[in-house]
């Protein structure tokens, strides 16, 4: 199996073997299909590693210490042959995710980067990316709960798509930001969600973070605990539940209902159906050019 190592080193004298300035240890999983190679830093170094097994690894050690902030870290790059027809499953915990659909792409592209506070933690940091049937799964694995209190450890996630394709995502905590895929479901739990030019329906259940959607070709379903929600060029409907902050929802082609909202102000500007309001607590409501009927509470008219 081909393999290339190159390793730049500024202001360090390392004679014969890598002295302990500098861990690199190499080891190779499920036989001849998959490599891994892990890199510690603890020093200016930038570490390149390309393999050309089925599962391309590269890693950036350097960058990933620096610029992100790790103590320990490390970059992957998997990649499993899929079509627009494909569903995605990502199960994400903490760390940002970017879900990105690209025209004429024919394959699911990920770049993981595993960040940890020290060895221990990062032991327990873990990507997959695997084929079945017609789903493509993206799974992360991390350590054990018993030594979060003394550091931290996420996975980034940077996934490139067939454009239109379908995904689901389940993710725990982290922005994320999904454009030009196909239906799409997110169930979140904190963080910023952005979801732009979806070309089927969205459904988003959320605990807590704003939410902003934008070019959607289909219904889009909210329910959201707190957080501000702006949702705008809609192809379809737009139904939503909230429990506080802001919702401003613009040019919808169907019709707007909010069944439920806590506190926070209201504006709807541009519905082709009606605006209804079920339940509303506290905060204004306010809207303008509603071509169907218009039901909101008492007193807020």
């Known amino acids: ?3 290339s190592l190159k390793l730049f080193l500024f202001g360090v004298a390392v004679p014969g073997a890598l002295s302990p300035v500098i861990y690199a240890a190499m080891s190779s999983e499920d036989g001849p299909d998959r490599e891994r190679h892990r890199v510690r830093v603890e020093t200016a170094v930038v570490v390149d590693v390309v393999t050309d097994a089925l599962a391309d690894v590269r890693v950036e050690v350097g960058h990933v210490a620096s610029a992100s902030g790790c103590a320990v870290g490390e970059e992957r790059t998997l990649t499993v042959d899929a079509g627009i027809g494909d569903l995605l499953n990502v199960d994400a915990g903490s760390g940002e995710l970017s879900v990105e659909g690209v025209e004429g792409l024919e394959s699911v592209r990920v770049t993981a980067t595993l960040c940890a506070a020290d060895d221990g933690l990062f032991r327990g940091l ?13 799974d992360t694995d991390y350590p054990s709960s018993g ?3 003394d550091g931290y450890a996420r996975i ?3 996934v490139e798509v067939p454009r239109g394709m379908a995904a689901d995502i389940d993710d725990s905590s982290g922005s994320m930001e999904i454009t030009g895929v196909g239906a799409l479901t ?11 030019g979806a070309s089927g329906p969205v459904r988003i259940d959320d605990s807590s973070g704003g939410i902003r959607i934008q070019d959607v070709s ?5 329910e959201d605990g707190s957080g501000e929600i702006d949702v705008r060029d809609v192809r379809g409907s737009v139904v939503l539940s909230d429990g506080s902050g802001s919702i401003d929802v613009g040019d919808v082609t169907g019709e707007v209902r909010i069944r439920e909202d806590g506190s926070g102000s209201i504006g709807v500007v541009g519905v082709g159906g009606d605006f209804v309001v079920e339940r509303d607590g506290s905060g204004g409501i306010r809207h303008s050019r509603v071509n169907g009927r218009v039901d909101i509470p008492d007193g807020k008219r």
């Open 1 to 3: 199996m081909r393999r």
């Open 218 to 222: 289909g219904d889009v379903d909210i």
């Open 156 to 158: 980034d996630l940077v």
């Open 126 to 138: 873990d990507v997959s990316l695997r084929r079945s049937g017609s789903q493509v799964e993206l």
């Open 186 to 196: 997110i169930d979140d739990s904190s963080g910023d969600i952005e979801v732009v």
């Open 147 to 149: 030594g979060w209190s």
